[in-house]
């Protein structure tokens, strides 16, 4: 995935929506390709309506993220409206609008990690990066979210970056870490 | 059949009937909030999700939402004991907590179901206070939505997305962030809504309402270098009385005439009038296409389109881009009117067409965003200046203090306010096409049409067919009423499989009785029937009844126009389509 996608994470805010007048401008070209391979996906489901989530669930698993293109060539497969795509896409919190940085964080705030100080990790990542859990950075390099239990609660408080697993994190080291991938 | 017992009453019902139902069989009224249904078309919003309508059903731990429960045998249900009574209460008071409390300025003010059920339930205290819901307000040509005060019953979703496939509408985000929106949450504006208005017409509060332009009138109306005509559709004079309590059904030309003149236009006209000239035009373009397909021309686009109805022709362009040469290229009545109003009648009154004000008076919301569109405009002044709605005209008129019941008749003025039983029909669905057919068939003919009743053109039924006999040759007939029925259709003329000469389609069902601008049916079918059997009724009454023999018709093109089709008839009164993506990505500046 390129890194030229023009994000306004704000415009996916619904507090700042409730205030904003302007509209989505959030606009992606989606290549014959990427078209084919959604296309294939929704025929993995026979193009049945019914099957909308497991198709967004194959979709963002494809693209990391589910940008209004991608819905739209999705209701279009379906026969239903990019309206009803977009109300399943926000009812789920699962599903996300917003690409994922080059780098992922997953903090886990699993009830192990949460006792050893997870919370205080991820206030450490969102200081450091100065966004919101659910947000990618401007420069589409890091985003933040939260997983419960990664099942290596040995290592507690876990971080993961990309595939790779961080034990025993404290808020002290985060901008180590976070300088390996700036570098 | 299933026996069960409501209020100690005893009633049987058929396997799979709701509570509901069955204590309406009953004689129960239990009231509903979320629950919508129009019964003879088969349209139905039961989300279950507003539980107003609960009731106790002994022997179960909790209490029932009636709409979506089915009945099983030997129930026993008290549909209004303590409990439930509480519950309901409990209910409203919740859904109010959420809602703004501004009744007093609001349009839907003594027509909201919310209210009423406040009233009904005897609510006089709000013990619930808490964070409300905000969201921006929505202002597109035709309606507005003001979502804070969306209940989230989801009868609009189910309009805009089951009944007429439109798909603008849906329910979006989750919980306390939950509203209806379209995709994105861009503006409704840009979404493809056909501003058919179904939404508005079923909603239960204000959230959805229409842009007034009444206070636009009134100004026009009060500034004496303006000189200010109107035109009133055909559907609005069998569903005004509706707003001044006269039972659905009964016809109000003559008061409604008297009003208008009361409340200051200059002139009085009918859009009946621009009915039998969009029939004098349309119906050349069916027989021009039709010959030509009868002289073997592969070319020729049958079946031809009706293009009366802008919600229609809102819809084609985003759904159908690509037959977008199928539809006549007629305008509506509307404009057919406006274009000759401010010109032919302009120079006959020797007036400026900027000072002369064109307001019409239309059963629809989507006449609003028609009437705004650039090709109806000549250098920015528009051809119809404001579109006001059955029920702006109702409000309008009690705002004035007019008195409309002890209203005596009057007639419409001369000359754009003469009009035959042709003219009339075209406010029920079927209309249009009968009326076309009664000009074509003696046209093509030569031959006097005795019996001018098309009975297998008329019914409510949402898609018809019928064949008509011009003289030898068969001609086949489509008729589609609502958005959803019309995609039907179009989808055979756009494979290829479509058997018909010429379709009627009509976006709202029942035509323009039951448009978005017509006063509140609250899901009462009846309503529909009675307003099309007063359209019937003041057809019958007409003395002529066959478009190409009204008198200022015959006039008009022989002082102005020349021959239908004609090179000036073509370019006052034909329009061009412009296809719409439907799809949301305008905008393109990344990749993936």
Aim: proline share 4%; net charge negative; charged share 25%.
């Amino acid at each position: 995935m390129s890194q030229n996608i023009k994000v306004n994470p704000e415009v996916y805010s619904f507090m700042e929506k409730k205030t904003g007048t302007d509209n989505v401008e959030v606009k992606v070209n989606l290549s014959k390709e990427k078209v084919d391979k959604i296309n294939e996906i929704c025929n993995m489901f026979d193009n049945e309506p019914r099957e909308l989530i497991n198709v967004l669930h194959e979709a963002q698993h494809e693209f990391g993220y589910l940008p209004a293109e991608v819905q739209d060539v999705i209701a279009h497969n379906l026969h239903i409206s990019v309206a009803q795509v977009y109300g399943v896409v926000t009812f789920y919190s699962y599903f996300s609008m917003i690409p994922k940085g080059e780098h992922p964080i997953s903090i886990c705030t699993g009830t192990a990690c949460y006792v050893r100080g997870a919370e205080k990790v991820l206030e450490e990542f969102k200081k450091e990066l100065n966004i919101k859990v659910g947000e990618t950075t401007s420069d589409g390099k890091f985003s933040i979210n939260c997983l419960r239990c990664v099942g290596a609660c040995g290592l507690s408080p876990v971080v993961l970056v990309g595939e790779r697993v961080f034990g025993r994190v404290s808020p002290d080291g985060v901008k180590a870490i976070l300088d390996e991938y700036r570098k | 059949m299933i026996e069960l017992t409501i209020d100690k009453k005893k009633v049987q019902v058929e396997k799979g009937t709701t509570i509901l139902k069955a204590a309406r069989k009953a004689g129960v009224e239990i009231p509903t909030l979320c629950h919508f249904e129009l019964c003879d078309m088969g349209i139905e919003n039961k989300p279950g999700g507003c539980r107003i309508c609960v009731v106790e059903v002994e022997g179960r731990r909790n209490l029932a939402p009636s709409c979506i429960t089915e009945v099983q045998e030997g129930m026993v249900i008290n549909t209004h004991n303590i409990r439930v009574l509480n519950a309901r209460t409990t209910v409203l008071k919740l859904i109010i907590s959420d809602h703004p409390f501004d009744c007093l300025v609001c349009a839907r003010s003594g027509q909201c179901e919310l209210q009423s059920l406040a009233t009904q339930f005897n609510i006089r205290s709000l013990p619930y206070e808490g964070e409300q819901s905000r969201y921006r307000k929505d202002t597109s040509p035709s309606i507005i939505r003001d979502i804070d005060k969306c209940i989230m019953c989801r009868r609009c979703e189910m309009m805009c997305n089951e009944v007429q496939t439109v798909g603008a509408l849906s329910a979006v985000n989750r919980g306390f962030m939950s509203v209806v929106a379209p995709a994105f949450e861009m503006n409704l504006e840009d979404s493809p809504c056909t501003y058919c208005g179904q939404c508005l017409s079923v909603c239960p509060t204000g959230a959805l309402t229409e842009v007034d332009h009444t206070n636009d009138i009134i100004r026009a109306l009060s500034d004496s270098s303006k000189t200010v005509i109107v035109q009133t559709a055909p559907a609005v004079r069998a569903a005004l009385g509706e707003e001044f309590g006269l039972q659905p059904g009964t016809l109000v030309t003559g008061k409604m005439v008297s009003a208008l003149k009361e409340l200051g236009f200059d002139y009085v006209f009918d859009t009946d009038f621009s009915a039998d000239l969009t029939i004098m035009e349309e119906g050349t373009e069916l027989l021009q296409r039709l010959k030509a397909y009868l002289a073997g021309d592969t070319e020729v686009r049958l079946p031809i389109l009706t293009s009366c109805c802008p919600g229609w022709v809102n819809f084609f362009e985003h759904n159908f881009p690509d037959l977008i040469d199928v539809p006549s290229t007629a305008k509506s009545p509307q404009q057919m009117f406006g274009a000759i109003a401010k010109t032919y009648f302009a120079d006959k009154i020797g007036v400026n067409r900027k000072d002369l004000i064109v307001v019409s008076i239309m059963p629809c919301i989507a006449k609003k965003y028609e009437c705004q569109r650039d090709e109806f405009k000549v250098d920015g002044n528009q051809d119809v200046d404001y579109s006001i709605s059955t029920r702006e005209l109702a409000a309008f008129i009690k705002e004035a203090n007019i008195d409309f019941l002890n209203l005596p008749d009057a007639d419409f003025d001369d000359p754009l306010g003469e009009s035959t039983g042709a003219g009339v029909i075209f406010g029920n669905t079927g209309g249009v096409i009968e009326a076309a057919c009664r000009t074509a068939y003696e046209i093509y003919t030569g031959k006097k049409l005795e019996n001018v009743v098309f009975d297998n053109l008329r019914g409510m039924e949402g898609i018809r067919s019928a064949k008509v006999d011009f003289d030898g040759i068969e001609l086949n007939i489509g008729i589609a009423h609502g958005l959803g029925n019309a995609r039907k259709l179009l989808d055979e003329v756009r494979a290829g499989t479509s058997k018909y000469h010429a379709i009627e389609i009509m976006a709202c069902p029942g035509g323009c009785i039951g448009g978005g601008g017509q006063p509140y049916h609250h899901g009462n079918s009846e309503i529909l029937s009675k307003r099309a059997a007063a359209i019937y009724t003041e057809d019958e009454r007409k003395t002529i009844r066959k478009s190409h023999e009204n008198p200022s018709i015959i006039k008009l093109y022989k002082e102005f126009l020349g021959e239908p089709g004609s090179h000036k008839a073509h370019s006052l009164l034909h329009t061009e389509y412009f296809p719409k993506s439907n799809e949301v990505t305008l905008h393109l500046n990344g990749e993936i």
